[in-house]
Structure formats: C-alpha cells, structure tokens
C-alpha cells in the first residue's frame, strides 16, 4: 500500500519561500517518478515539477522553472519541492503523486497514488 503524505504549506508573502515535503512508504521507489501538481479554487489541477527517483531527471512546468527545485532524499524516502520567489497565482493546494516505469511526465492520468495534498497561500 503506497502513502504518500504532504507537509510544509503555509500562508507566506510574496517573494517569500517554503518547502514542501512528501514522505513516501509502501513500496521501494527506485522504479518511481514522483511528481507534484496543485490546484487553485476553481481550477483544474495542473503539472508543477516531478523527478525520476533512480535518475533524479526532472520536469518543471514552465510557471514556476526558475524558481522551484524538486529533489529528493533516497534515505528519508521524501521528496522535496523548494519554492523561492512565490507569487500570488502560486496559491493553491499542492499535491505528492507517484507513477512506476515511466520517465518524468507532466499527465496527471498517469500518476496511480496521490497525497491528501497541503495548502500554500501567497499574500501580495
């Protein structure tokens, strides 16, 4: 049984930065691509950044490339999301999701297990 659990959101200002982290369990990852999405009110939930867990390759949507870093610590099972530079439009709920055997890919139908996800709100 995969789980994938979401932390560090909040409210920060604009400019400001936050973590997220996502702590997986239930299965070895190494075959995993792990991404995050979000969603805002009213949106549908869109491609943030996902990395290969092996490889480490990554994928940014091109919203936030320059200004997020996904990475990922193979002894902790975690996967991280560093966002400097926040911005308003980057509110919303930010969600950990996993797909096997695949390279980094910006499908939300392919990715099998999803978090509970965490909220980020940026005030301007």
């Known amino acids: 049984q995969v789980q994938l659990v979401e932390s560090g959101g909040g409210l920060v200002q604009a400019g400001g930065s936050l973590r997220l982290s996502c702590a997986a369990s239930?299965?070895?990852?190494?075959?995993?691509?792990m991404g995050w999405f979000r969603q805002a009110p009213g949106k549908e939930r869109e491609f943030v950044a996902a990395i290969r867990w092996s490889a480490g390759t990554t994928l940014y949507a091109d919203s936030v490339k320059g200004r997020f870093t996904i990475s990922r610590d193979n002894a902790k099972n975690t996967v991280y999301l560093q966002m400097n530079s926040l911005k308003p439009e980057d509110t919303a709920v930010y969600y950990c999701?996993?797909?096997?055997?695949?390279?980094?890919?910006?499908?939300?139908?392919?990715?099998?297990?999803w978090g509970q996800g965490t909220q980020v709100t940026v005030s301007s």
């Open positions: 999701a996993a797909a096997q055997y695949l390279a980094p890919t910006m499908r939300t139908y392919e990715y099998k297990y």
């Open positions: 239930g299965r070895t990852f190494s075959t995993y691509t």
